[in-house]
């Protein structure tokens, strides 16, 4: 069943607090899922994931096509997650370094064990993942929200997949 978003987003605008709880309903596994990627622990990223939805609560009135609530709702949640991240932790990044890129085969892994694997990357590693795996973004562009260069991005991304590798293959030799 399809979300009425038009209806929706007009009752959010009035501060309709049924018109809430159905933008909240219908989105909230979206956005926790956005939120877990970025975030370390389920704790945090509920967190997050409030802070994000007070945003969008507050800012609906910008939106301009209901229809790209999805889209705009999830661009929340991301941007909530890096400005926690910047707030959080400072010193996320490691000195640039060049290093060759990575593939990770996913395949053979289930959605959760990879939330898992993701949590328990380094802040700067699970972002630089997130950014460009993930939300599409180019070495440029995460560079640029990274607040640091395309090669450690670069670096950073290799170091995730490298990692990400060693713990999906540690998880899949226990099981």
């Known amino acids: ?33 956005v939120c877990m990627r970025y975030m370390q622990s389920r704790a945090e990223a509920q967190d997050v994931m409030q802070d994000g939805f007070i945003k969008v609560f507050e800012k609906i009135g910008r939106l301009r096509d209901p229809e790209s609530l999805p889209a705009w709702v999830r661009k929340v949640m991301v941007n909530e997650c ?14 640039d370094v060049q290093v060759e890129g990575v593939t990770l085969p ?6 959760e064990e990879v939330v898992l694997a993701l949590q328990r990357l380094a802040p700067a590693q699970r972002l630089a993942f997130n950014l460009v795996e993930v939300e599409g973004y180019t070495f440029e562009e995460t560079a640029d929200r990274m607040h640091s260069s ?26």
Not at 7 to 33: F, W
Not at 86 to 91: D, K, P, S
Not at 151 to 162: D, E
């Open 150 to 175: 395309e090669v450690n991005v670069r670096a950073l991304l290799s170091r995730a997949k490298c990692r990400l590798r060693e713990l999906l293959t540690e998880r899949k030799a226990i099981e």
């Open 106 to 111: 996913l395949d053979p892994f289930a959605t």
């Open 1 to 33: 069943m399809k979300a009425d978003y038009a209806h929706i987003v007009m009752g959010c605008r009035r501060h309709d607090r049924r018109a809430q709880q159905a933008l909240y309903d219908s989105l909230a596994p979206m956005a926790m899922g």
């Open 82 to 95: 890096l400005m926690r991240l910047r707030e959080v932790e400072h010193h996320l990044l490691a000195d």
